[in-house]
Each structure stands twice: as structure tokens, then as C-alpha cells.
């Protein structure tokens, strides 16, 4: 049975793959940029605004871990963020993408 021969150059140039792939750029371009913001304020905020960072919240426990903790849970919520965007999303427009070039 001889295989069937796949055309990426023209699954390339589609309108729809050319759309998922803009909507997956633009979308992780800007959680990139967020993330980097948030990440750049701990060291730039502690140097700056070391008031703030040492204000004790709980006990011995201050703004500042607080706030470097918090970059986990951040992390975390993009990643679940992301995951439920590929899937109601991303995976929606390339099976309809798939659909069309009937490669199911």
C-alpha cells in the first residue's frame, strides 16, 4: 500500500493554518511579555521600593517573599490558562483545518 504524500508548502500557505498560527503567536507573545514583566518586578521592585517589599505581612513573612511566591501560582495559572486555550481553541481550528484537507 503505497503512502499518501503530504504537501506542507500548501498546508503552509492555507487561510486557516495562517490563522492558527497567527492567534497562537499573538497569544503567546503576550503572556511572554506579562511574564517577563512579572518576573523583572521582584529584583527591579526589591531594589527600588525596598520599603514595600519588607512590609511584614504575616510573622516574619513580608511583601517581598510574598510576592516571589506568588510567581509560582502565576506560572501556574498561565499554564492551565494556555492548556484550556489550546484545546477549546487551537484544536478546534485545526481539526476544522484537517477537515478541509481531508488528512483524518
Not at 504537501?7 to 493554518?17: E, L
Not at 511574564?35 to 521600593?49: D, K, N, R
Not at 478546534?92 to 484537507?101: A, N, P, Q, V
Request: proline residues 2%; contains cysteine; neutral net charge.
Amino acid at each position: 500500500m503505497a503512502e499518501q504524500q503530504t504537501d506542507w508548502a500548501a498546508i503552509a500557505k492555507n487561510p486557516k493554518f495562517e490563522e492558527i498560527h497567527h492567534r497562537k503567536a499573538v497569544f503567546l507573545f503576550g503572556w511572554w511579555i506579562f511574564s517577563c514583566v512579572y518576573y523583572f518586578l521582584l529584583p527591579i521592585g526589591a531594589g527600588s521600593a525596598q520599603g514595600l517589599y519588607s512590609v511584614k505581612i504575616i510573622g516574619n513573612i513580608n511583601f517581598g517573599y510574598l510576592f516571589a511566591l506568588s510567581q509560582f501560582f502565576v506560572s501556574w495559572a498561565i499554564a492551565l490558562y494556555y492548556a484550556w486555550w489550546a484545546n477549546s481553541v487551537s484544536d478546534r481550528l485545526t481539526s476544522e483545518l484537517l477537515d478541509e484537507l481531508k488528512l483524518r
